[in-house]
């Protein structure tokens, strides 16, 4: 890696605490970054290097390496919604330069609100700070990448005036996840799987983005927000293109990212009867979970009594692409739900001649493949196996590999890789501009719809979300997996 200073606006907010500082922390302790490695923080709040130092290092966790990692680590104060600040950071910036044989290469962390996402790169250039001559400058932009295609575009746009596409690393972090990026390599190193991920054989496809938690201290974020744009437009997308997507012709950003595209330009924009159909929006209402009683989301902090904010949304989608003709995408995010998990879940057709059917074990399950982002990461096969004994009655038994077995292999925080990548140039895990427009052109008239005329369903917190998500899927003779934390538990209470 190459020495640089990484710049985070917002030193002071939560992301740059929780995630950024611990990451990078992290990375420092397993040696990963470059010898001439310097963090400046910058946000409003007065702080000095050291009075900053002191703060972050509580949200350490590498305890050996800290007090080496936070000599790495500089504080600027300055008005961030001021442009005629920002020479006070290009000077400052010029210090930490001084006397250190390195280039200026310079990655800006935008941890900002979205209305400083545009403004901040555009003072940054009017320093010259994106000039690359001297050294790369890089910018890294945490979403919302606008809150609808016309805003997103705008974003795009007003970025592109000042900085080139391949200066831009625009973060999901479910990017970042392991478990995401495993997708690619279990896809595509395994020919077993590839041979058969298609709509010859796949009958249908459901993820799911569960949280137990509800909006915590973001209302005024999220009650603009909604599930829809929060989760569903980037993370589930994201999510769903890795599982779509054909075989790049190599694992580099440019290839990897124009066949995640092809997918997001490939997402069946939804008619009048598909809105009314096939997406359904929730709310979660208070009720008691586990001996807690948990507020309705209108009683939260800071939500408006009547707001129509969803907390949940489920859809089906479909792409119109060769691989996955007809083959519907069940795709659901709530919070307030039973328990934190993501999970894939491939549903594999019957055979063509059910042989067994009619044995008195009953149903007999299709094949299932479940691959399990957190918690729990890991793989899961359901596959029928005789149960011994006469007759041939057949019984669904589970495969599965735990990432946790591999106890010798930390996995990492998607932080640590994303920050990592971003420090060396590689863009593959970041999403560009227009395959963000092609989520915003999918998602709109579901907003739109929303906006206009849906009916927000309450649901129970500690539920899985409306009964017409249920039946979204119950229509189609299928039903949704209920998962637990435990992988191969299948909705049975686990103890994990
Ligand atoms: C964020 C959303 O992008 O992802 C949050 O803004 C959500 O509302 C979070 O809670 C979920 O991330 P994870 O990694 O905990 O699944």
Redesign the pocket.
Known sequence: MQAQILVIFGASGDLAQRKLLPALCSLYAGKSLAKDFLVLGVSRTAKTDDSWRAEIKSSLHDKPAIDEFVKNIFYQQIDTANPNEYSVLSEKIKVLLKGREMPANVVFYLAVPPHLSAQIPSWLAAQGLNNQEDGFKRLVLE?PFGHDLPSAKKLNMDLLEHWQEEQIYRI???LG?ETVQNLLVFRFANEIFDAMWNHRFVDYVEIT?A?T?G?EN?SG??DS?G?TR??LQ??LLQVLAMVAMDPPLSYDAESVRNETMKIFKSLRPFNQYDLENKVVFGQNIGAKVKGEQIKAYREENGVPKDSRTETFVALKAYIDHYRWNNVPFYLRTG?RLPT?V?EIVIHFKPTPHPAFVGNPSGVIGNNQLVIR??PDEGILLKIGLKEPGSGFKVKTVNMDFHYKDLSHIRVPD?YERLLMDAMLGDATLYALGQAVEYCWEFVDPILHYKEAEAKIWGYSAGTWGPLLADELMARDGRQWRYPCKCLTSDGETCEL
């Open positions: 979403k999901d972090h479910y996840k983005a949280e938690l909006v973001r974020y999220f927000s599930s929060d989760m980037n993370h919070k934190r993501t982002i957190q998607s």
